[in-house]
């Protein structure tokens, strides 16, 4: 009786936290003041935003910097709510076909460094992301493939030039790694300065940092957004052990922590701390795969893939696995939220997204002896990573065995999976995801493409790629629905080219006191801090 | 004695340059490079083409030979370059550890030498009385407890009892400052895991100093202390004690030279920012340049070490420096 209490004042706390959390920003006024502490679940790489490509480097890096656009903040959940961070006014609308975008600068805006912002820098730091120099990395030079040229006819106008008209541009200019530098900065110190130096336009000015420890800085009197930031200062605080983390922000050493906690950890913070913890929640832009490898013999027939994509009870997971797991949503190729993601309808057509467990695995073993797989042995790879990949890892073990397939789950440590993943390629079936930031959903599904550098299925299908084809092409909205309902469909169901387990479910408890900020569907997005306040 | 010093001192080189080979070629056994992991690592799409910019850019695409001699002119020049994870020069981000892990193994030595060795010169003088016993319970329990397990106790104890207290649970703080900027901040975050270390680090040296004392104490030289009347007190002190120091002085030796580098998991659980850290993290993130510097540095201690152990011998022990 007394555990069923609990149970129910639990779930009592929580929901109250989540209520105070969705609504508690809108009512109350931003206070100035304080020094943000939170915890960042990774150790801090470089600085370099242009070259880096982990959240670790985000959360205590981009409140020094400023975007171009950005998303906003005030709406982080809707996929489609850009605004201008350095430009002015609106998000401008592209001219010239779709092939062409000008935007306008904010006047007035300095580094912190008391150097001027003009489209000079803009120019400097996208020609260095989108054209790098020889020798000089750049992770997001794919995302800008149509970019053509980036001109300045002013001190404060910037032009992008596309190829192509694609609605893939203005998500992959609002990610929050484009940071914009100085051009001064690149032309005097070089393009490997910003690795460990820090000169932004951002809403905070770098104090110090301890490498692996932590990152200090403080508010920036000359911010463009008016009477932003209200915090006087923040410190990132490095804390790799999720044990740390919760601890941290049980004991009040740390306020937050913006990556997300297992269903667990939240439940352990509301109890020990009731409404003195908010809890945001969110689907998150990240989708847990299998990948069957089709350079294997056994998956190189659509019948095996099949069969495992329909063994794997994807509701039962949702309300089960979300128990223990950072996962919980049933979708497709899209990012739930989106207005181009599957309707639950259109979901359980799908192979595999059926609510019938048992025919759908009646199917499977019907597929695997067809195949002449009954008793299929399947080499699974598997990320040492604890949440989600070895939960869901172990889930999928279970669910294979269910139709008759053996599975040895082999866990490796981050660099050998990706090397078994890239290089060897010597698995059956390998665990594998999509994290993207901004969602940008045309770009996004290229994850599915046989030819696109992150997909490791090993496979070619021209079908796939003709109705992606379309889809980069069409510009009316209900028959890009379609089109894409037709390439999920493909790559899914009729090909199960590309196994979705479940996508990731992002939970923030956090300390009541911190204000103004927004769950993101991403860990990446919303981290300049310029909108948190505390109420202490 | 300077003869013996200087031939300690001459294996040394040997013993380096071996560690040096063994540690440059099996890190390159291990599968994936910095370069993929930083690039692909988060699921982005990348080119291959910038993945190998990056290998150009670090160096990790040169012939084998010439990174391993660029890598032992480094470590013979004190220049181990830069980290390739953070970018930062190495001397830094290890100095900045290098500080921390110290502190932590000094504090932890102190507290085991505090603990060791009145208990087991007690547990050695009473044995088989339940004071023996009670010596015993303790430090087998020392050694069975890991101290990572321990040092998560302390820290869940500590959150419970504080809040049951004083309404507010507090935890130990989780970055570091150096002693000299905030000796209470410094204090109060690293006299945790120094308990929790020097517990299980007094263990078993409880245990060798028992063993040991209880053998001296059974020669003919404490037989004849005894019968030419000495008291009891220097007949342990200046007899007894010193002599069984012996094993006592390799024990600690070897755990002040294994905390430097070895604190991997109390680290994690403290959350210190120290070498242990460091090295699993430059491992995880196959930073080439750093964990090989840090292995080195870790040999160097346990080389430097040793040689102050037999130093120490040959001052217990005259046979040691006249032979």
Redesign the interface.
């Known amino acids: 009786m007394l555990k069923q209490t609990g149970r129910l004042a639990l779930a009592a706390a929580v929901g109250f936290g989540l209520m105070t959390g969705a609504g508690a920003a809108k009512a109350e006024t931003p206070k100035s003041g304080g020094i943000l502490n939170f ?1 960042v679940g990774s ?4 600085f ?1 935003g242009h ?4 959240f670790g480097m985000i959360h205590p890096i981009r409140p020094f910097y400023s975007l171009l656009i950005r998303v906003n903040p005030q709406n982080p959940s809707d996929p489609t709510d850009f605004e201008c961070d350095l430009c002015e006014g609106a998000v401008p609308t592209p001219t010239n076909d779709g092939k062409t975008y000008t935007f306008k600068l904010r006047k007035g805006v300095k580094f912190h460094d008391g150097t001027p912002l003009t489209s000079a820098d803009i120019k400097a730091t996208m020609d260095k992301i989108i054209f ?1 120099p ?10 800008f493939r149509a970019v053509t040229s980036v001109d300045t006819p002013d001190d404060h106008t910037v032009v992008f030039n596309l190829k192509f008209p694609t609605a893939s541009f203005i998500p992959a200019l609002a990610t929050p790694f484009n940071f914009v530098y100085a051009k001064k900065d690149l032309d005097e110190h070089g393009y ?1 300065w910003h ?2 130096n820090v000169n932004g336009t951002g809403p905070f000015t770098f104090v110090q940092s ?5 990152v200090e800085g403080k508010k920036y009197a000359g911010y463009h957004f008016e009477g932003r930031p209200y915090l006087d200062g923040f ?1 990132a ?5 999720m ?2 983390r919760l ?2 922000i ?5 306020a937050i922590e913006f990556r997300g906690f297992p269903p667990k950890a939240r439940d352990d913070l509301v109890k ?1 701390l009731g409404d003195k913890i908010t809890v945001q929640e969110s689907d998150w832009n ?1 989708v847990l795969l299998a990948t069957p490898n089709q350079q294997r013999e056994s998956m190189a027939d659509k019948r095996v893939r099949q069969a495992l994509t329909l063994g794997v009870d994807r509701w039962g997971g949702s309300k089960y696995l979300s128990q223990i797991a950072i996962v919980k949503t049933v979708g497709g190729v899209m990012f739930p939220s989106h207005p181009l993601a599957a309707t639950k309808e259109e979901l359980v057509k799908l192979k595999g997204y059926g609510e019938d467990i048992e025919a759908a695995r009646a199917e499977a073993k019907k597929l695997l002896a067809d195949a002449g797989q009954s008793d299929l042995k399947v080499d699974f790879s598997n990320r040492g990573v604890d949440q989600p990949y070895k939960v869901v890892g172990t889930w999928l073990v279970d669910q294979w065995r269910k139709i008759g397939v053996d599975t040895a789950q082999r866990v490796q ?8 993943l ?3 390629k010597d698995f059956d079936v390998s665990a ?5 930031s901004v969602i940008n959903p045309i ?1 996004d599904m ?2 599915f493409l046989g030819s ?3 997909n490791y299925a090993n496979f070619e299908d021209p079908k796939l790629e003709a109705i992606y084809a379309k889809i980069e092409q069409e510009g009316d909205a209900a028959k890009l629905r379609e089109l894409v309902r037709e390439y999920e469909t493909r790559a899914l169901s009729e090909e199960a080219s590309g196994i979705i387990t479940l996508w990731w479910y992002k939970i923030n408890p956090y300390r009541s006191y911190v204000k103004g900020w927004k769950i993101a569907p991403s860990h990446y997005l919303a981290q300049h801090l310029d909108q948190i306040w505390l109420d202490k | 004695m300077s003869k013996y010093i200087l031939k300690r001192i001459a294996l040394m080189i040997p013993t380096l340059i071996g560690a040096g080979i063994l540690v440059f070629f099996l890190m390159r056994l291990i599968p994936g490079d910095v370069c993929e992991l930083r690039f692909a690592g988060t699921g982005l799409y990348v080119d291959q083409e910038q993945i190998d910019v990056c290998r150009t850019q670090l160096g990790i695409d040169r012939p084998i030979f010439i990174q391993f001699a660029d890598f032992m002119i480094g470590f013979f020049t004190f220049d181990f370059g830069e980290s390739m994870w953070t970018g930062n020069p190495i001397i830094e981000e290890v100095g900045l550890r290098f500080e921390l892990s110290l502190q932590v193994a000094i504090m932890a030595t102190i507290v085991a030498i505090i603990i060791a060795i009145p208990l087991g010169a007690i547990s050695a003088i009473y044995q088989d009385t339940w004071l023996d016993y009670a010596v015993r319970t303790f430090s087998i329990a020392g050694i069975a407890i890991p101290s990572f397990w321990f040092g998560i106790m302390i820290i869940l104890g500590l959150l419970i009892f504080t809040n049951w207290m004083t309404g507010v649970p507090w935890m130990p703080p989780i970055e570091y400052r150096p002693i000299w900027v905030d000796p209470v901040h410094n204090i109060s975050q690293l006299i945790w895991p120094a308990v929790a270390t020097g517990y299980r680090y007094s263990a078993v040296a409880t245990r060798m100093t028992r063993s040991a004392l209880l053998e001296v104490l059974r020669e003919d030289y404490i037989r004849t202390a005894r019968a030419k009347g000495l008291v009891e007190k220097i007949v342990i002190n200046r007899h007894a004690l010193k002599n069984a120091m012996l094993p006592v002085v390799t024990i600690i030796g070897i755990e002040f030279a294994f905390l430097m580098g070895g604190l991997v998991v109390t680290e994690q659980v403290f959350n210190l920012n120290g070498l242990g850290k460091l090295f699993v993290e430059s491992v995880n993130n196959h930073d080439y340049a750093m964990t090989q510097a840090l292995v080195m540095l870790v040999v160097l201690i346990f080389v430097v070490t040793n040689f102050v152990i037999d130093l120490c011998y040959a001052w217990l022990d005259p046979r040691i420096r006249y032979s």
């Open positions: 915890v150790n801090i790489p470089s370099d070259q880096e490509t982990t790098p020889e020798g000089v990395p750049s992770a997001r030079k794919a995302f490997e690795k460990s301890q490498p692996g420890a932590f410190k605080i490095a804390a790799p052990k044990a740390v601890q941290a049980r004991g009040d050493r740390a020990a990240c440590p981050s660099g050998p999976f990706y090397d078994t890239r290089k060897k594998d995801f999509n994290c993207q770009a290229t994850k696109a550098g992150n």
